[in-house]
């Protein structure tokens, strides 16, 4: 396993290309896919042939630093989903999107809140980020409280893509969330 960072109850990895099939369950929940694709799982095809290899890819592109990571409890192994820690593509690498999805069984467990936060240190002390950002839709209350707990402020609203207009909540758009290493500096003293 090739161990990226661990926190008191979590350890994150590398995803591999064995990895597919709990990528496909993970997004074959509809509760877990309701604010992304109002509930529609990701073809298994799509995932095994688009998103896996382009995680895979990304490590490259960031030097094995950046990316997306599986995460897993410490105790047991067992798959709680995914955090990731990236610029966008095009853009700077000092700046980065937080974001996470987490299987159903590990919701309200803090484990959100514990791996971004793990991610959030990383990110503002060993890898050079100078800002890390957030998105979700308006009405995803859960994930807003978990931006506001790691010291996230909410900074704009946006419309949402298109092709979301059968999501839930898409007519009221989404939110961003931002913190910089100064914020993130401030509130850990």
Known sequence: MDMYLETER???RRFTAADAELLIELDSDPAVMRYLTGGEATAPETVRERHLPYIIAGYEKWDGELGLFAAHERD???????????????????????????????????????GSQALLHKGFTGLGLRMAWAATMTVNHSSRRVMEKLGMTFVDTA???PDMGRV????????????????????RI
């Open 76 to 114: 047991g192994g067992a798959f709680v989903g995914w955090f990731c820690l990236r610029p966008e593509t095009d853009g700077p690498r000092e700046e980065a999107e937080l974001g996470y999805r987490l299987r159903q069984a590990s919701w309200g467990r803090g484990y959100a809140t514990e």
């Open 10 to 12: 979590l350890s994150l």
């Open 159 to 161: 419309p949402v893509p």
């Open 168 to 187: 839930e909540g898409a007519e009221h758009g989404g939110v961003r969330y931002e913190i910089t290493k100064e914020q993130w500096e401030r509130a």
